[in-house]
């Protein structure tokens, strides 16, 4: 078991659905990750959050909502995506501080379609 | 921005054989990590450096922090098969606490 684990792996939804990506991780970070990887393109990062707070979203459409409760949980809704929002989303986490402040830990991802 | 490029995109070896790639910046890095991604999973961190010139194993593994701070190499030795996969470096520079990754390597190697 991975110390970040992200719910569901696999997710079919269609164009008008509403739909939730979930993230826990217990590693005891302080921040989060929201990436996006798709076929042949690097990693992208979409959203980042340190103490509970937004410190960045790298233009990411509003069709993609992140929700982060506490320093352990991590949520992406999705609404009227689109077929090329079809990638594997990935959850991680770090801690912000420290000599190993640096080092990411990846959840085993969100295999998403959107038909 | 920072830029990564990463070296080559892909090899395809005989097992036995020890396999290298870079990855190198535009501009100085503080951290380098080296991952491992298997077909429909999440990435898994391999080696992380944290200082100019370090040198660092993980069983057949071993990864280099450049002295330049602007690449880093990771090697295996000794190719198995399970060794195959998507390999990503990502580094760090001054500018906040984010990571920026390479393009990945993959690697395959046959029995």
């Known amino acids: 078991e991975t110390g970040v684990t992200q719910t569901p792996r696999h997710l079919v939804m269609g164009m008008t659905n509403k739909k939730s990506l979930k993230c826990e991780q217990h590693?005891?970070?302080?921040?989060m990750y929201w990436y996006k990887q798709s076929a042949k393109k690097p990693l992208e990062l979409m959203f980042v959050?340190?103490?509970?707070?937004?410190?960045e979203n790298n233009s990411v459409p509003s069709r993609f909502s992140p929700e982060c409760p506490n320093s352990s949980h991590l949520f992406l809704h999705l609404h009227t995506l689109q077929p090329e929002d079809s990638a594997l989303y990935l959850c991680?986490?770090?801690?912000?501080?420290?000599?190993?402040?640096?080092?990411?830990?990846f959840g085993e991802g969100s295999w998403l379609t959107v038909v | 921005g920072q830029q990564l490029n990463q070296s080559p995109q892909s090899m395809f070896i005989q097992e036995g054989e020890d396999v290298s790639m870079n990855c190198t910046s535009s501009?100085?890095?503080?951290?380098w990590l080296w991952y491992k991604q298997d077909p429909g999973e999440g990435p898994v961190l391999l080696i992380a450096l944290y200082k100019a010139g370090e040198l660092t194993s993980n069983g057949r593994l071993t990864a280099q922090f450049g002295i330049t701070r602007k690449d880093s190499f990771l090697n295996i030795s000794a190719s198995i098969p399970s060794d195959v996969g998507i390999y990503f470096c990502?580094?760090?520079?001054?500018?906040?606490?984010?990571?920026?990754f390479g393009g990945g390597t993959r690697l395959m190697v046959k029995p």
């Open positions: 501009s100085i890095f503080n951290t």
């Open positions: 990502a580094g760090r520079g001054n500018a906040g606490n984010m990571l920026t």
């Open positions: 959050y340190s103490l509970e707070e937004r410190v």
């Open positions: 991680a986490s770090s801690q912000t501080s420290g000599s190993s402040g640096n080092t990411i830990y």
């Open positions: 590693l005891g970070h302080n921040a």
